[in-house]
Every structure is written in C-alpha cells, then in structure tokens.
C-alpha cells in the first residue's frame, strides 16, 4: 500500500494559540471592515461601495433610475463579495426617509415602511443617488482621497469619500462589532453646519455653546425630544448617554365634551404596527383602565386615534400612563465609537468628531488643489508650446514640412519640451486662424491666474480654512433649514416635571408606614409611625425597614439575586396583624433575600454593589419594574451575591468601600460607570473575604456611618483615599467593627 500524501507547511500549536490568533484576526474584519462608520464620511465599507458602484454606474439625481439588482450584482461583484440580500438591505435603508434623515438613495418602489414591512425584491425596485450622496463622492475625481485594490485586485475602491456632506452627524450609524458597538442619532445638518463654522473660527468651543446650536438629535420620524439640557450637554461631552423621546399627540374635540387623542408622530425607529399590538394587548388586559380602543388611521402620514373611556379622563394623564407602559416613550443610545483617519476605533466626542470632519475636508481641499495645479501647469505648458508656434509659424510649418524627425527638430529649434512639441504636431490646419490664438493666449492667461491663486490658497492656512467655511455655507443652504429636507422634525421639548403613574389617580392618596420585618413579613400601617418600638412581629422575627409613605407611591426593593422588584403600596396588606409574606406580591426565589427598600422618587442615582466587590451607579429611573418578576441590574456569576445600595446624595464626588476583611477604601465616583444593566467593575480587591458595604459622600464633608446612638462622622480621611481596585487600609479607630455604614 502506498503512503498517504503528508500535507505541507504543517505547524504544531498550542490550540489556545491558534484560536486567539484566528479570533483577533476576526474580530478587526468585524470592526473595522463591517460594523463601525469612518468618522470623515459617516460610511460603513458596504454603503461606501454602494455609492461608488452607482457612480460608476452614472446614476446620478438627475439622470433615470436602474433596477437595484443591477447595483447590486456590480457591488457583490466588483466590491463587496458578501450575500445579495445583505447588500440589498444595506441599499434599502439608504433609501427609507423613515430610517434616513438624509437619504443617500432615492428609491422607486415598494422599500418598506415604518410598520416593519419589507421592501419588495430587488429585481421589482430602482433606485439612483440623491443630491446629498452625489456631495458625498463630489470631487473623488480630482484625487482627493485614496483609492485602494479590491478585494480581487481587479478594479480600484476610495478607501473613504471625499465627504463635502457631515454625513455621521446627519444620517447618525449603528453597529455591533466584536467588543464594541456603535450608536449614533442623526441630526440637523443646518445645526451641523453651525457648529462646523463656529469651530473653523474657535477650535476650543464649549460643549455647552455647541449645544446652543446643537440642540439634540433630529430624527427622521420627528417626535419630541425630551432629555434635559445637562444631559444632553453631558452625551455629547464623553460621546456616551441616551436620549429620551416621546410620540407627539393632539388632543381632537368630538363635541358634547367628548374628545380623542391622535399620536401623529412615533419615537425614532418604533414599528408602528407593534406599538399598536402593544397598546391593544394592554386594553385587552386591563391594564389600560383610562383607554377604550385604539384605531390605525394612518395613511402616508401617521395617524393613530386613541379613544379615552369617558370625557371626564385627562388627556394629559391618559398619556403619561401610555408613555409609561408603552414604546410611544423609547431612549436612543448614543455611543460615538467610530473608526478615526488612521482606521483606529474609539469614542468620540460631539467636539473631536466635528473637528475629523472639518481636518478631512481640509485634506481633500489641499489634495483637490494640488491636482487642478498639475492639471494647469500641464496645460500651461502645452499652451506655451502652441503660442511659440503661433509666433514662428511658417518656420513650423517648414520644419514639419521638410524634416523627417519634426518633434526632434522643433524642441532644438524652439527650445521646447517633448509634450509641448507634441502638442504643436497634433495641432488641426483649423487651429492656425488668428482667433484661435486670441483665445489660446486668453486661456493661458486665466489658468496663470488660476495657478498664482492656488499656490496663495496652499501657502496661506487660512485661505483654505475660508474656503472650508465657504463650503459649509454652501451644504447649509443646499439642505439646511430653509428646505423641505432640511427642516427640524424633532421638537425639543421640556423634560416632564415630575414622575406620572396615571394609575394613582385612581387611587386614594393615604399616608402609611411600609414595616418590613427580617423574616420577609410586610404590611402598610396607617399614618407615619414614628415610634416603631411598639410594633409587634412574629415570634423570633424583628423589624428591618420602616418606610414612611403614601398609599399612591411605589415601593421599590433590591434583592441579593440582583433584581429590583417594584411594588405599589397601596396593594400591601394592612397594618392590622403581620401581614403577608412579600414573595406573595414578587417572584423572590428561596434563598434570596432583599437587601435595601426604599421609595421611588425618580431622578436619583444609586450605587449598587456585589460582595465580589464589583459594582456601578445606576438611575432610579431605570430600575422601575413592571412584572412580577422584577427586572435583572446587577449581573451575579453562581455563587456571588448582591450585597449593598447606597443612593448618590448632592454634592457626593467618592464613595467609601468597607470589606469584611475590615479594610476601608475610599476614591472618586468619576471613577465609577454609570449603566442600566451589567456586572460592574471592581471596586475594591480582596486576598481573602469579600465586600461588606458601600457608600458615598462628599470628601470635603468626611466619612459618615450610623450607630445605634446616632450618626457620627469623621473628617481626617485623607489617608484612605486612593483609586477604584485597590485593596484599602484598615479603618480609623472608633469605627464600627461590623463593618457597615449603616
């Protein structure tokens, strides 16, 4: 039997070895070839080869439209070789006003719409460029940004386009890559257009001047921002944050009193037909008590018509409650991670974004100049050819005439180069009339003109920053306010003053004690208790919170399994007895046990903590459940716990970390994230034991913590102050050998 044929170049690795090399090398594919946007042209590789494939194809605004498989084909061919229907998608959503503020592609046919529906196939739709793509690739014929081999190295690709258009900020992006995403809202290009004049003139612009021009995002969908200014100012400082949007509605009368209510704009990319589904699933449920019916009058604009139960309910109160169990309230996440002018990924702010923008037009605008100047000194040089001709003719004609090497003979004779000598043999018998010449001397005159002007324009930085800001002022009038595309569809409204429960207008409001005792016993006793000395419990149980509360708030309570399960006090048993077990109202499994309960006010921030000694600050707001079941915040791996809250009081810049090893560790809040959902960082290290307690406090202030005689405090801090993950020092004497702060 023959030996079988050993393969060659075979190497021996470790396994772990080979998989991470493999994994990295995805991982990059992924970033930076496929999920995050370029930051000078707002384009993700695949959108980038559409344009430039519809270019090549000369589908230009004002010229017909092609089938989108036409395009198609030439991107999977020439560019991009990845699957049709990515592509095509891809395509699709360039061309959906509802999903592009901007589109880059006007659309023929059906491409879907702001119910979910799909676009027809591609071989049914057509599709060409519109005005603010065909900005996006003016000048990428003029060498103004490189061109790269594709991926058969059979044609060429712009690496990026030249971008005369702010198109991150404008059309926004979103994408997730291996490790990290990307989040962008889209926004005003008048705005835009602004805020990138003002930095040519001040590149060191404040966030909040920028957000004087750049209110807030400006979704396709309209709506009504309602983010408060600090916070929108704070988003775009870090390149991180979340804006909060609200359906706009009317108030419609009927007569006889009665009225309906008419939501004629939904949030950024909610699909209108589940939000409908939502809103009849909760009328069907109950749970809507304020609302009777719900109707999808919609058209090409949106309509849906919402009937209130009787003519007595509160339109604004009705809404609050749909705004609260409903997507006609949704955050969009802003997330800046975009890939830099050296193709590195990271996050942006609002300011360093605009400035790429801004630097890359500064690039294409040298780039362009020095190309028109080859173009014209090559012209120059073939006009001082042919003017030489013009003023020695019949010798020209003598040498052509009689002279077997002409070329060799003219450039002797007339000292000229090899292209101007062409230039005169090349010359039509029509050319030698006295206008022709007058009007080659006059364009030779315009282009030395031309040329001193673009030497100036590269000599001079301002010249060229001038002509930038010229540019800008051109985009701002091309699509700025002042045009039907250009106009601001989402309002910036006012953040609602205070936390709505529509519910508790049903509700008589009573003031009540929540008791919660060690074994898991609650109940509302009436009127705020203040001596709870005489409050009697079950044999061998004792009290763990007192509340003081009303019959309409809610109770809010944190459990060792992570999860905050929300409770209205109003169904807590009375305080007559020792009420009910709380797993009765929560789905708390066994062997969980709650850790802190307090009521929700809305606006505060809290840190939360495992005894793993990882943990983050996270909003009130955002921990509110609405089942049984509560909602997951803290990420706990098997066999850790959560273990400690403490709320973010004014004025605290450190939080103070105690293990149970008794080691104390104090450092900035700064240096803590703030998330709706995870596992945190590592506050504290530990060799042995594990967090005890968290709290916080204003450093100025000293250190505070709870005895049984009353709070005491400690200014002489200094000396456990130092950064997150350190393992801390043993506490100052006269601290508490519990290690708890309260």
């Not at 050819?385 to 010798?395: H, I, P, S, T, V």
């Not at 601001?488 to 003031?511: F, H």
């Not at 007895?577 to 809290?606: A, Q, S």
């Amino acid at each position: 039997m023959s030996k079988p044929a050993i393969a060659e170049d075979i190497r021996e690795a470790r396994l772990a070895d080979a998989l991470s090399e493999r994994y990295l090398s995805y991982a990059l594919s992924t970033i930076m070839a496929r999920s995050l946007p370029d930051v000078r042209d707002g384009l993700k590789p695949v959108h980038r080869r559409l344009l430039y494939a519809m270019r090549q194809l000369k589908l230009d605004p004002e010229s017909g439209f092609k089938k989108c498989a036409r395009v198609v084909g030439d991107v999977i061919g020439k560019y991009h070789p990845h699957g049709d229907a990515s592509v095509y998608d891809a395509l699709v959503r360039l061309a959906q006003e509802f999903a592009q503020r901007y589109p880059l592609v006007d659309g023929q046919g059906n491409f879907g719409n702001i119910d979910g529906d799909n676009a027809a196939a591609m071989r049914y739709t057509e599709s060409r460029m519109t005005a603010v793509a065909k900005a996006l690739l003016d000048g990428i014929d003029q060498n103004a940004v490189d061109f790269r081999e594709t991926y058969d190295g059979e044609e060429e690709e712009p690496v990026v386009l030249p971008a005369r258009f702010p198109n991150l900020l404008a059309n926004g992006a979103a994408g997730i890559a291996v490790g990290m995403a990307t989040n962008i809202p889209p926004h005003n290009v008048g705005e835009l257009c602004d805020a990138l004049a003002h930095l040519i003139k001040f590149p060191k612009v404040t966030f909040d001047k920028l957000v004087d021009m750049i209110p807030g995002p400006d979704f396709p969908t309209g709506g009504v921002l309602i983010e408060p200014r600090e916070a929108i100012v704070e988003a775009y400082r870090t390149g991180r944050g979340s804006f909060r949007m609200r359906a706009r509605w009317t108030k419609e009368k009927l007569g006889q009193g009665k009225y309906q209510i008419v939501v004629t704009e939904v949030p950024y990319q909610v699909q209108k037909s589940r939000l409908i589904e939502k809103i009849a699933d909760l009328i069907n449920a109950r749970k809507l008590p304020m609302l009777t019916d719900i109707r999808d009058e919609s058209t090409e604009d949106v309509r849906i018509v919402l009937e209130p139960k009787n003519r007595t309910v509160d339109a604004e109160l009705l809404m609050e409650h749909l705004f609260k169990q409903t997507d006609l309230e949704s955050r969009f996440g802003l997330n800046m991670n975009v890939l830099d002018a050296d193709n590195t990924p990271g996050v942006m702010n609002l300011r360093e974004a605009l400035q790429a923008f801004l630097d890359h037009r500064h690039e294409v605008l040298i780039r362009q100049t020095q190309h028109r100047l080859e173009k014209i000194e090559h012209r120059l040089e073939v006009l001082g050819g042919l003017l030489a001709a013009y003023l020695n003719l019949d010798e020209v004609i003598r040498i052509i005439r009689e002279t077997d090497e002409a070329k060799a003979e003219l450039m002797k004779a007339f000292d000229l180069s090899e292209v101007q000598a062409e230039a005169i043999l090349n010359m039509r018998l029509r050319q030698l009339r006295k206008l022709e010449e007058i009007e080659i001397q006059r364009e030779n005159d315009a282009l030395n003109k031309e040329r001193k002007d673009l030497k100036a324009l590269l000599k001079d930085e301002k010249k060229r920053w001038k002509s930038i800001a010229a540019e800008i002022a051109e985009i701002k009038k091309a699509f700025g306010k002042k045009t039907e595309l250009g106009k601001r569809r989402t309002e910036i409204g006012e953040p609602p003053t205070a936390v709505v429960v529509p519910l508790e207008a049903m509700i008589e409001k009573e003031s009540v004690t929540v008791i919660y005792s060690e074994k898991g016993w609650v109940r509302a006793a009436k009127g705020h208790v203040e001596d709870t000395q005489g409050l009697k419990f079950k044999e061998g149980d004792r009290l763990k919170f007192a509340i003081h509360a009303e019959t309409t708030d809610k109770l809010l309570a944190f459990a060792t399994n992570g999860r905050f399960y929300t409770v209205g006090v109003d169904k807590l048993p009375g305080g007559r007895g020792h009420g009910e077990p709380i797993r009765l109202m929560i789905d708390l499994p066994n062997g969980d046990d709650i850790i802190d309960m307090f009521i929700f006010r809305g606006g505060r921030k809290m840190l939360i903590a495992s005894d793993a000694g990882r943990g983050f600050v996270v909003a009130e707001d955002d921990v509110t459940a609405q089942t049984k079941n509560g909602k997951q915040i803290l990420n706990l791996k098997p066999g850790q716990e959560a273990t400690a809250l403490a709320f973010v009081g004014d004025g605290h810049d450190h939080a103070a970390v105690i293990g149970t090893k008794r080691k104390l560790l104090i450092f900035s809040l700064d240096e803590l994230p703030e998330m709706s959902r995870g596992a945190g960082v590592i506050l504290q290290k530990y060799s042995q034991g594990g967090l005890a307690d968290v709290t916080t406090l204003n450093l100025k202030e000293g250190l505070s913590w709870q005895t049984g005689a009353g709070t005491r405090s400690e200014a002489a801090i200094a000396t456990w102050v130092g950064k997150r993950a350190q393992a801390g020092q043993l506490p100052f004497k006269g601290f508490p050998k519990a290690s708890r702060f309260k």
